[in-house]
C-alpha cells in the first residue's frame, strides 16, 4: 500500500491535464445558443448545435447543415458542408476559404489566443472537471467564459452588449470513440462536389438550388448562415 501511495504522489498535474486531453479527443458536445433582447428582456427561440471532434476532424453540426473543418498535414484547414436532408456535399480546398483560419477556433469554439487575453478569475473543481472562469471586457462588450480547461471545451460563454446578450452552454458530452467516428463515416458516405466544380455543375438540381438560395458563391468564404447570408468563416473568438 505505501508504494501505491508513493506511486500516485509521482501522478503529476501536468499528467493528469494529459490524459484528461487524451480522453476527450473523440468528442461528441451538445450546445444551446441563447438571445436575450437586454432593453425588452425579451427572449429569441433558442438554437442547438453539436461539436463533434477526433484529432483532425472537427464538426459543427446543426438541425440541417454540418460545418466540417479537417487538419492537413501541413497544418492547413480544408472544409467541408455537408447538407443533411439531401445527403450532399460541397468540398473546399484551404485556399478557397477567405480569412486566416485558426484550428484551436474550429476545434473547441473559442481560439487559445483570445483565452490568453482575458483575465482568469476564479477555478474550481480538479482533474478533467476543472473549470476556469474568465472574463473580458471590450468597450461596451463584456465576455465571460467558464472554460473546461483539460477537456479544451466550453462549458459556457456569456456576450453582453447593450442591446442583446447572447449565451452559449453545454447542455451535454460524451467522450465514446466509435460514435463519433462512426458520425464522421456517414457524412464522409455522401455524394460531394468539388467547389471549384461547381459552375461546370450548375445543371445538378441541388447545386442549382443552393445557388439560388446563396448558400453557394464563387469568390465567397463558402460558408454561410441558415438564411444565405455569407459569413467570414469561423467564430469572431
Same mark, same amino acid.
Not at 425588452?40 to 472537427?58: E, G, I, Y
Not at 468540398?91 to 484551436?104: I, L, M, R
Not at 483570445?114 to 472562469?133: D, P, S, V, Y
Not at 449565451?167 to 460524451?174: G, N, P, R
Given at each position: 500500500?505505501?508504494?501505491?501511495?508513493?506511486?500516485?504522489?509521482?501522478?503529476?498535474?501536468?499528467?493528469?491535464?494529459?490524459?484528461?486531453?487524451?480522453?476527450?479527443?473523440?468528442?461528441?458536445?451538445?450546445?444551446?445558443?441563447?438571445?436575450?433582447?437586454?432593453?425588452?428582456?425579451?427572449?429569441?427561440?433558442?438554437?442547438?448545435?453539436?461539436?463533434?471532434?477526433?484529432?483532425?476532424?472537427?464538426?459543427?453540426?446543426?438541425?440541417?447543415?454540418?460545418?466540417?473543418?479537417?487538419?492537413?498535414?501541413?497544418?492547413?484547414?480544408?472544409p467541408i458542408?455537408?447538407?443533411?436532408?439531401?445527403?450532399?456535399?460541397?468540398?473546399?480546398?484551404?485556399?478557397?476559404?477567405?480569412?486566416?483560419? !485558426?484550428?484551436?477556433?474550429?476545434?473547441?469554439?473559442? /481560439? &487559445?489566443? =483570445?483565452? %490568453? *487575453? @482575458?483575465?482568469?478569475?476564479?477555478?474550481?473543481?480538479?482533474?478533467?472537471?476543472?473549470?476556469?472562469?474568465?472574463?473580458l471586457v471590450?468597450?461596451?462588450?463584456?465576455?465571460?467564459?467558464?472554460?473546461?480547461?483539460?477537456?479544451?471545451?466550453?462549458?459556457?460563454?456569456?456576450?453582453?452588449?447593450?442591446?442583446?446578450?447572447?449565451t452559449l452552454?453545454?447542455?451535454?458530452?460524451?467522450?465514446?470513440?466509435?460514435?463519433?467516428?462512426?458520425?464522421?463515416?456517414?457524412?464522409?458516405?455522401?455524394?460531394?462536389? !468539388?467547389?471549384?466544380?461547381?459552375?461546370?455543375?450548375? /445543371? &445538378?438540381? =441541388?447545386? %442549382? *438550388? @443552393?445557388?439560388?438560395?446563396?448558400?453557394?458563391?464563387?469568390?465567397?468564404?463558402?460558408?454561410?448562415?441558415?438564411?444565405?447570408?455569407?459569413?467570414?468563416?469561423?467564430?469572431?473568438?
Amino acid at each position: 500500500m505505501k508504494k501505491l501511495i508513493a506511486s500516485l504522489a509521482f501522478i503529476t498535474p501536468l499528467a493528469s491535464a494529459a490524459q484528461c486531453d487524451l480522453d476527450s479527443q473523440y468528442v461528441q458536445a451538445h450546445y444551446q445558443v441563447s438571445n436575450q433582447q437586454t432593453t425588452t428582456n425579451a427572449l429569441t427561440k433558442d438554437q442547438q448545435f453539436t461539436l463533434w471532434r477526433t484529432p483532425h476532424q472537427v464538426a459543427e453540426q446543426g438541425h440541417e447543415l454540418v460545418e466540417v473543418w479537417q487538419q492537413l498535414r501541413n497544418q492547413q484547414i480544408r472544409p467541408i458542408r455537408y447538407f443533411q436532408a439531401q445527403q450532399r456535399g460541397i468540398e473546399y480546398q484551404p485556399t478557397e476559404v477567405h480569412g486566416q483560419q !485558426d484550428w484551436s477556433t474550429k476545434y473547441q469554439l473559442v /481560439s &487559445d489566443n =483570445f483565452i %490568453a *487575453k @482575458m483575465t482568469l478569475t476564479n477555478e474550481q473543481g480538479e482533474g478533467c472537471e476543472r473549470l476556469q472562469n474568465y472574463q473580458l471586457v471590450q468597450g461596451d462588450t463584456k465576455i465571460e467564459l467558464a472554460w473546461l480547461v483539460n477537456k479544451k471545451l466550453i462549458s459556457s460563454m456569456r456576450i453582453s452588449k447593450p442591446q442583446l446578450t447572447q449565451t452559449l452552454s453545454l447542455v451535454s458530452v460524451h467522450f465514446d470513440k466509435a460514435d463519433v467516428l462512426q458520425q464522421f463515416a456517414n457524412w464522409d458516405s455522401y455524394q460531394t462536389t !468539388d467547389y471549384a466544380d461547381i459552375g461546370d455543375n450548375e /445543371s &445538378d438540381p =441541388f447545386l %442549382a *438550388k @443552393m445557388i439560388n438560395l446563396g448558400f453557394i458563391e464563387h469568390g465567397a468564404s463558402g460558408f454561410y448562415d441558415a438564411n444565405g447570408k455569407a459569413l467570414s468563416g469561423g467564430h469572431s473568438h
